[in-house]
RNA sequence: UGGGGCAUGGUGCAAUGGCAGCACACCAGCCUUUGGAGCUGUGGAUCUUGGUUCGAAUCCAGGUGCCCCAGCCA
C-alpha cells in the first residue's frame, strides 16, 4: 500500500485541505489545549492525535497551550504529567503556553469591549444570574446593571481587578442578547472574581480570571491558531467564540467539532475516574486497570498501539463508543512483532520425569521471537522435574482436549516429548503431582520415528526456575457502558479485575529490566512493573493472547 | 414545548448521484514445535415514510430515535 492510500481523511481533513486551497488560511497551526486538572485518558489520546497529525500533516506547527483560567482546579503536577505523557506518545509541539501568558493582553481587549458598550460589569448574584437566564424555552430578562455607563463599567472592572470586591460578587458579562435561542449568548459571563487559592503560575497577582468562552478564541487569534479542534459539546460555543472574535475585529481561526472518544467496559470522566481512585477501587492513577495513560503505560500498552488504534477508530461526528477488543487487538499486533518470547508457569503443577537422570541438566536451544530472526535464540535449562500450567493437565480430558492426560503424550516446547504415567493426590483429591516418562529420541522436539504429538506445552525447570509475582488483569467493569446511571459505575465492578499469582519463570528472566516486555509462550504478553524487586520480580498481564481451546471450551459449555 | 448536532452489519469508520466496502468481533476451514501468529472463506447493515431522478446511503420534505446546551467549569 502507497502512504498516498494509507492517509486518512475525514472531514476535518477535508475542511482543512478546503482552507488552503481557498486561501481562507495560508498556513496550518493547531493547539492542544488540555487543561491541568487532571491526568491524560485514552479519550485525549484522540483530539490529541487530530490537532498533532492535521498540522503535521499540512507543514504546519502544533502548539501545547494549557487551559488555565481556573486555579481552584489546577495544579503544576497535572502540567508536568500531561507534557510527560504526551511526548511519551510520541506528539512534537513548537512550543508549550498557557493562556495565562495572555491575562494581560486578554483585560486589554475585555476593557476594548466595555469601551465599544459590548460588556459590563453585572452585580447579580449568582443566583438571580441564574434565575434571569431563562430557561430553554423561554427567553431570559435583562439585568438591571446592564445599561451601565461605560464610565461605571470601566471603573467596577479595574477595581475588580484590583481584588475591591468579595468573590461572586460581580461578574463581566459580554452584552449580546438575552432572549437569544442559544442559551450561550444569553449575556454570558467573561471574567468571575476568585481570590484564592493562588493560581499555579500567576500567583496571587490576579483577583479576576477569564472564563473559557471569554479566554479560548481570545488565544487562539492571539496565537495564530488556524483550526481550532474541540469536541462536539463545543458546537454551541461556535457562535459566541466567532461573536468575541467579530468584535474585536482579530485574526479568526476556525473551529471544528468532532466526536470524542467513548470506550466500553471503563469509564472516562474525570470525576468518575477520581472516584476509584480516592476509594481506593484501583491503586491510584497508574493502576494497569485504569484507562489513564499513565495506568496503560504500566501495564505495557505501547504508544504504537495506542495511535493506531486512535487510527482505526477513526475521525467523525457520529455519538460512538469503541470497543475494547479493538484496543488489544492493536496492543498484541504491534508487541507479537517486538516482543521477546519467554517460558513462564503461572500456575504451576509439578511434573517428576521418572526416567530422566537425577542429576542431569540440558540446554535446550529456544528461539527468541519466530516473528523476528534477528532476536536469535537462547538456552533453556531442563531437568528432572519441571512445572507445567495446571490448565495444560487434566485426569479426565474433555472432547478435543490434546494436552496431557493419563496415557497421552505431548511435546514440551524446545525439549522432550513426554507421557503422563502416574497422577498424585493430595487427601482432598486434588492433584499435586504429575509423573511422566519422556523419549530421548526426540530431543529438541521432532521423532525420529515420525510420530506426532498434537499438542505442545510450555514449562520450566523446577530446579533453574525464578518464583515471580505475576498479576493478572481482567476488564474493571463487568458491564459494557458502567456510566449509564449516575451512581451505578461502582456498581459494576469487576471484583475479580485484579488476580495476584506466585509463578515461576525461566532464568532468561530472573533479572528483568522494569518496563521491559515479554510474550509469556501460550499465555500473553507482560511487562516488568516498578514494584520488582532483585529477588523477586513483578510482571504486569498486558493482554493475553487468543486462546482458542478457551473459547472452544466455554462455548461447549 | 427553544436552539444546535447525529442516524450505514454486533462495534467503529468509508462510499462526496452510479456494483454498499474496510477493520475489529463472530463463524467455518487450512497451516502450525505457541490451540499464538499467518492464510482462505461464510454470514450479516443504509432509522422511517414520501418525493426528485434513468439511477438515492448520498438531494428534497415530513416523521422517529439518540446526543449536547439553562456553571461565576472546561
Redesign the pocket.
Known amino acids: 500500500m502507497s502512504p498516498e492510500e494509507n492517509k486518512p481523511?475525514?472531514?476535518i481533513r477535508?475542511a482543512v485541505a478546503e482552507d488552503l486551497k481557498s486561501g481562507r488560511y495560508t498556513y496550518v497551526r493547531t493547539r492542544l489545549?488540555p487543561?491541568p486538572?487532571g491526568y491524560l485518558h485514552i479519550g485525549h489520546v484522540k483530539a490529541f492525535m487530530i490537532d498533532y497529525l492535521i498540522a503535521k500533516e499540512n507543514n504546519g506547527e502544533l502548539i501545547l497551550r494549557f487551559?488555565d483560567?481556573?486555579p481552584?482546579?489546577e495544579e503544576t503536577e497535572f502540567v508536568e504529567a500531561i507534557e510527560d505523557d504526551a511526548r511519551w506518545l510520541g506528539i512534537e509541539w513548537v512550543k508549550v503556553t498557557y493562556?495565562s501568558d495572555y491575562f494581560n493582553e486578554l483585560y486589554e481587549w475585555a476593557k476594548k469591549l466595555v469601551l465599544m458598550g459590548k460588556a459590563y460589569v453585572?452585580d447579580?448574584?449568582?443566583e438571580?444570574?441564574?434565575k434571569n437566564?431563562?430557561?430553554?424555552?423561554e427567553p431570559g430578562v435583562n439585568s438591571p446593571y446592564r445599561d451601565r455607563d461605560v464610565e461605571e463599567n470601566m471603573d467596577l472592572l479595574e477595581r475588580m481587578k484590583n481584588g475591591e470586591f468579595p468573590?461572586?460578587?460581580?461578574?463581566l458579562r459580554a452584552k449580546i442578547d438575552m432572549a437569544h435561542?442559544?442559551?450561550?449568548m444569553r449575556d454570558?459571563?467573561m471574567y468571575?472574581?476568585?481570590h484564592n487559592p493562588p493560581h499555579h503560575r500567576t500567583g496571587d497577582t490576579w483577583k479576576i480570571?477569564?472564563?473559557?468562552?471569554w479566554?479560548?478564541g481570545q488565544n487562539d487569534s492571539m496565537e495564530g491558531i488556524t483550526h481550532s479542534l474541540c469536541s462536539?459539546?463545543?458546537?454551541?460555543?461556535?457562535p459566541l467564540y466567532e461573536w468575541f472574535l467579530d468584535q474585536l475585529g482579530v485574526f479568526k481561526p476556525r473551529q471544528i467539532?468532532f466526536?470524542r472518544l467513548n470506550m466500553?467496559y471503563t469509564v472516562m470522566s474525570k470525576r468518575k475516574l477520581r472516584r476509584l481512585v480516592e476509594e481506593n477501587r484501583v491503586n491510584g492513577w497508574d493502576d494497569p486497570r485504569m484507562p489513564t495513560l499513565r495506568g496503560m503505560r504500566r501495564r505495557g500498552y505501547t504508544a504504537e498501539a495506542i495511535l493506531d488504534f486512535i487510527r482505526?477508530?477513526?475521525?467523525?461526528?457520529?455519538?460512538?463508543?469503541?470497543?475494547v477488543?479493538?484496543l488489544?487487538?492493536c496492543v498484541?499486533?504491534d508487541l507479537?512483532k517486538r516482543a521477546l518470547?519467554r517460558m513462564a508457569v503461572i500456575r504451576p503443577l509439578k511434573v517428576v520425569i521418572d526416567n530422566y537422570p537425577d542429576d542431569l541438566a540440558e540446554e535446550m536451544d529456544a528461539i527468541n521471537?519466530?516473528?523476528d530472526p534477528s532476536a536469535g535464540t537462547r538456552k533453556v535449562p531442563f531437568s528432572k522435574v519441571i512445572y507445567i500450567e495446571q490448565d495444560d493437565f487434566r485426569e479426565v480430558p474433555p472432547p478435543?482436549?490434546?494436552?496431557l492426560f493419563p496415557g497421552n503424550e505431548v511435546?514440551l516446547?524446545?525439549?522432550y516429548f513426554i507421557r503422563c504415567t502416574d497422577v498424585v493426590k493430595d487427601a482432598n483429591g486434588n492433584v499435586i503431582e504429575i509423573h511422566a516418562t519422556y523419549d530421548p529420541a526426540?530431543?529438541?522436539?521432532?521423532a525420529q520415528d515420525g510420530r506426532?504429538v498434537?499438542?505442545?506445552?510450555?514449562w520450566v525447570s523446577a530446579k533453574h526456575a525464578k518464583e515471580v509475582e505475576v498479576r493478572m488483569y481482567d476488564r474493571l467493569f463487568n458491564k459494557e457502558n458502567p456510566e449509564e446511571g449516575e451512581e451505578g459505575f461502582l456498581n459494576c465492578l469487576n471484583p475479580n479485575s485484579l488476580e495476584i499469582l506466585s509463578g515461576y519463570v525461566e532464568p532468561a528472566l530472573a533479572s528483568p529490566t522494569v518496563g521491559s516486555r515479554y510474550?509469556f509462550?501460550?499465555?500473553g504478553y507482560f511487562c516488568v512493573d516498578p514494584d520488582s524487586l532483585p529477588e523477586k520480580p513483578v510482571f504486569n498481564q498486558t493482554v493475553n493472547?487468543?486462546?482458542?481451546?478457551?473459547?472452544?471450551e466455554k462455548?461447549g459449555k
Open positions: 481523511t475525514d472531514f477535508e489545549p487543561e486538572n487551559d483560567t481556573n481552584t482546579k493562556a453585572d447579580q448574584t449568582p438571580e444570574v441564574s437566564r431563562g430557561t430553554l424555552t468573590d461572586g460578587s460581580r461578574i435561542p442559544n442559551i450561550n454570558p459571563a468571575r472574581i476568585i480570571y477569564p472564563m473559557y468562552d479566554s479560548h462536539l459539546e463545543y458546537e454551541n460555543h461556535r467539532e466526536s466500553n482505526r477508530v477513526g475521525v467523525a461526528k457520529n455519538y460512538s463508543v469503541s470497543d477488543a479493538l488489544e487487538e498484541r499486533d507479537n518470547r521471537n519466530p516473528e478435543k482436549y490434546h494436552r511435546r516446547r524446545y525439549a526426540t530431543r529438541g522436539g521432532d506426532k498434537k499438542s505442545t506445552i510450555h510474550q509462550e501460550r499465555l493472547l487468543k486462546d482458542t481451546w478457551a473459547k472452544m462455548k
